[in-house]
């Protein structure tokens, strides 16, 4: 850095100005000396082969994902088809013990003998016993009856197969019913078969 002449202040400004950008300049030499140093530390070769390994991991990750996804799919499927399959089982296996009831009923119907009276009388009241079974089995699938007699005609629930006249009960009332009606939740499942009254 030269003299700064203290006599010419212009002079001196120049001086100052030049000194300044001198010291600027080698700055940014030092400056761009170390980015050519980091520039020449930095080997591409090596980063080429540090991505491409990053891409097969990340290649082998999506692979994995992807069959791992479609094994889930697969074995949902599977899952979803065996339990349409075997739907019924669990209604079936609680129905079993209904008919072996009514095969005992039947084997002492038929066994007659001496006391045909009293096996009638065990038969009825072994059937029986195995309707309530049956019914408390329907029940227990939400299956229930519809409440048809001496109710008001609901042609949405009860099919009319014919009229009558009723003195007791009003038109266009169930008077009697052939065949019952169910539910299944809240969906029909079978309409009621009922005679409706005429009134008088």
């Known amino acids: 850095m030269g003299k700064v002449n203290t006599n010419d202040p212009f002079q001196d400004e120049v001086e100052i100005e030049k000194a300044s950008g001198e010291s600027l300049a080698a700055e940014e030499g030092g400056a761009e000396g170390k980015d050519s140093e980091v520039e020449e530390a930095r080997d591409p070769v090596k980063e080429l082969a540090e991505a491409q390994e990053e891409i097969a991991d990340l290649r082998d990750r ?5 069959a791992e ?37 039947i084997e002492l119907g038929e066994s007659g003998g001496d006391n045909a009276g009293q096996n009638l009388q065990s038969f009825l009241e072994g059937v029986k016993l195995t309707l309530k079974n049956l019914v408390s089995t329907l029940e227990k699938f939400e299956v229930k009856p519809i409440e048809s007699l001496g109710g008001p005609f609901d042609p949405q629930h009860q099919e009319a197969l014919t009229m009558e006249k009723s003195d007791a009960v009003p038109a266009n009332h169930v008077v009697n019913e052939f065949e019952k009606g169910y539910f299944y939740k809240d969906r029909l499942l079978r309409p009621a078969k009922v005679v409706v009254s005429s009134g008088n």
């Open 62 to 66: 999506m692979l994995r994902a992807a």
């Open 69 to 105: 996804n479609e094994n889930f799919k697969k074995r949902m499927e599977r899952e979803r088809s065996m339990s349409l399959k075997y739907a019924g089982e669990q209604i079936f296996r609680e129905m079993l013990p209904v008919v072996d009831n009514l095969e005992r009923a």
